[in-house]
């Protein structure tokens, strides 16, 4: 499995979006506006969860963050969650699982949560505003899509897992270092 790049993130949010406001327009006649609304949220979510889980390169935890994100999604359907706490629950067990699959560092996962922040800001003014479904998932997976191009999972890393590699490429950096040391040493002397 490979990371997701741009155009590929920028599809599945586009399908993503499509299908949650295909959902929320069908089942709000026939259900009400309001469950139809948590029903399109859940779907988005796992929806871009699964184009997550597909492109992760890491192989353990999968199943495990598939499982998990379906008993919450389970309990927020059940407490019946108002609909700004459900996305932005949502959106934290989405940055979860992409912390857990994606990143190996905690300024990763706190790039992240920030570029989460500012999605849930987007998706909800773009909602607020026109009252489209389909413009605030839209905003919300688009500013999501941002996140591609920053993260890298641990096996894609340029020396894989190989522990040789990675020795070398410390060696070098460290050589490297202490060769600037050196330089800055004698410019100072």
């Known amino acids: 499995m490979r990371r997701s790049d741009f ?38 979510a796992g929806a871009w969860l699964a184009g997550s889980l ?47 699959l ?9 790039a992240d949560f920030a570029i989460t922040s500012l999605a849930l800001v987007a998706g909800t003014g773009a909602y607020l505003h026109s009252g489209s479904f389909l413009l ?5 997976l688009l500013v999501q899509t941002a996140g591609t191009w920053r993260t890298r999972p641990a096996s894609e890393d340029t020396g894989g897992d190989d522990p040789e590699a990675r020795f070398t490429r410390a060696r070098v950096a460290a050589e490297a270092a202490l060769a600037r040391l050196e330089r800055a040493a004698w410019r100072n002397a």
Request: aromatic share 6%.
């Open 7 to 44: 155009p590929t993130a920028l599809a599945l949010a586009a399908l993503a979006a499509l299908l949650g406001a295909g959902i929320n327009g069908a089942l709000a006649r026939v259900i009400g506006p309001a469950d139809a609304f948590v029903l399109a949220v859940t779907c988005v």
């Open 54 to 100: 597909v492109t992760a390169a890491r192989n353990g935890g999968r199943v495990v963050v598939a499982l998990a994100w379906c008993l919450a999604a389970a309990l927020l359907l059940a407490m019946s969650t108002p609909p700004l706490p459900l996305v932005a629950a949502h959106l934290a067990l989405l940055w979860l699982a992409r912390v857990l």
């Open 102 to 110: 994606y990143h190996r560092q905690p300024l990763a996962g706190v």
């Open 136 to 140: 605030g998932a839209w905003s919300l």
